[in-house]
RNA sequence: GCGCUCGUAGCUCAAUCGGAUAGAGCAACGGCCUUCUAAGCCGUAGGUUACAGGUUCGAUUCCUGUCGAGCGCACCA
């Protein structure tokens, strides 16, 4: 529909240019948009505002010079003012609105998808989580909020692969191994003191019992020393034990990927040296010695030469060390490995959704992949905020050192998936979000999940009813007779089915899937105000099956928009 | 000290890449169930958009500064 006015208006400027009121040749842009407040129309263009100076002539006198321009033969816009300042005021002809009720009943699951994404290839990465331990609801929101930025580029047209990084190298995968070890001789009733830095928590020792039954004693003869590697089985063994709780509470929480993409194989196939290679044949690459941090300064810092990145060349604060101390390659070296094997895949997007404790990471990616890529805006990187736990307003404390996190998989469990998900969508990623167990896990209705799943299941509710009475279902279909919804309640149940496509390619273009469910608020809150007022099965049969084909029109686009945040749209509550 | 993300009603949050009178929910108060699901609806009250400047037809939005919050700041991931 926007379409539309888009054509009038630019139609228009060309007659003005044609007639020597307005200059010919480039003008700066107009917007034509949803106003805010239902009586400015159903679209407004503030063209004659932006383009006043170049009329010389005041906004308004513009706007009604713009206005007399308005083709005599079109049928779409009934109603037109100019307003304010100068905008324009478009009014769509009611048939034209309720047209949109066969539409949507027409495209069904379709309705909404766009195709302004013109097929381009984005990887979105995100969870990501080590495999050293369960989710916890941190990574949970950041995931849901990945999922859903997926979810929104799909609709639109973008061709979209979710992507994890499992983290499955490095010193942290030493550390696992021996905690579980530890675990393991405890069994064996050996006295153990866990060390700093290790992990002490249940699910360790809910793994060592699992080695424990698969292998028996055969790890005991094993000595324990933290300066080398644990058997590598034993690591595999736990890692894959984790990565499989994972992949099951991803599951609860309806998330699915379609590539799993481990660190070792960057190590194993030298795609980390190839990497370093390259760039060392463009001069970035250089042996040096860095100031030390600003911050408090580390008890054990030194200064020593490191092999370093030039990334200040890319806007960086700081060059950065690709190799460590002991000679192997830093996590950062094998990010850029990472990120530039990605670009290799031929995508024409890299988004990852990152928890915002690693913002400060973002710049270096970014500049070793603009240098790589010669690409500038390849990676896109979206940063989701902390959350902090909250039961009856008291802060919980979570730290993986002492084990006192709180699961992803037992808030799921307390919550439900459905919960879960729309609290952590119905906020933008860019503010931390306090997530109060108690009123997650109190099923009221201060959880608006509630809210939009009960205007789809009353919908459902008198369809049955309609059932009962020996009606036909298909006085619904939209194929009737619907100009009798006439009523203010109607036209603005309708106008808002209509804004539902523009809202999803918004949230796609800004990477803010936090718009759907507050539309579907707003969307269920506009139909429980029809329901309330009007009655649907009116005993006109005219009449009746309009109202029918309405609400059926509105359910669609709650299902539509519900199956899209991975939320359930129940029929029966 | 530097960087990133923020600061909107008592609380939790929105506000369409600069738009018209800044909106919801919760909490408070007052109404609506013999009729399609009251997990609902209607009404009242609640604001100097942290503060000070700047850019312009127009600023919660963009720029600068101040104050305040969270996160980060060799070799960890």
Redesign the pocket.
Known sequence: MRQIIENLVSGIIKQLQDEGILPSGELP???V?????E???DF???AA??L??FAKMK?RDLADKMLSALPANQKEVDRWEV???????FHIAPDRIRQLIPDILKAKQNYGTSKVGAGKRILVEFVSA?P?GPMHVGHGRGAVMGDAIASVLQVTGHKVEREYYI?D?????G?LGWSVMLRYFELYNRSITMPEGCYPAQYVVDIAKALKEQDGDKWLSVELDMTSSPPAQVVDFAMDMIMGWIRNELATVNIHFDNWFS?RTLHADGKIEATIEQLTAKGLIYEGV?A?????????????P?LLFKSTQFGD??D??L????G????????IAYHFEKAGRGFDLLIDVW?????????RVQAALTALTDKKNLLEVE?V??V?LVRGGEPVKMSKRDGTFVTLAEVVEEVGSDAVRFIFL?????????FDLELAVS??????V??V???H??I???????AEKGLSVSLGDGKGDLSCLTQDAEMSLIRLLG?YP??LE?AA??R?P??VP?YL??L??AF???????????DDVVLLGA?LSLINAVRQVLANGLTLLGVTA????
């Open positions: 842009e107009y917007k948009e949803r106003p805010r407040d009586s400015h129309g407004a263009t503030n505002l932006v006043s100076r906004p307003a304010g300042p100068g905008f324009i005021n080590n050293t983290n190298a490095g010193n942290q995968v550390v660190e860095l030390p941090p600003k911050g408090k300064l580390p008890d054990d810092w030194e200064a020593r490191q604060a700081e950065r060390a190799k460590k101390s002991d192997s390659a830093t996590y950062f070296a094998a990010d928890g915002a404790d690693h913002g400060g990471y973002v710049k940063l905020q902390m902090n119905t906020r933008s990623g860019g503010a931390p979000l306090d099923k009221s209705n201060d959880n608006p509630y809210y799943q009960y205007a299941a009353r459902h509710a008198v369809y049955r009813q309609l804004t523009e809202m918004g273009l800004h803010e936090h718009r507050y608020i707003d269920a809150s429980h105000t029809y329901y309330n007022s009007h009655r649907i099965l009116d109202r129940p029929e029966k509550m």
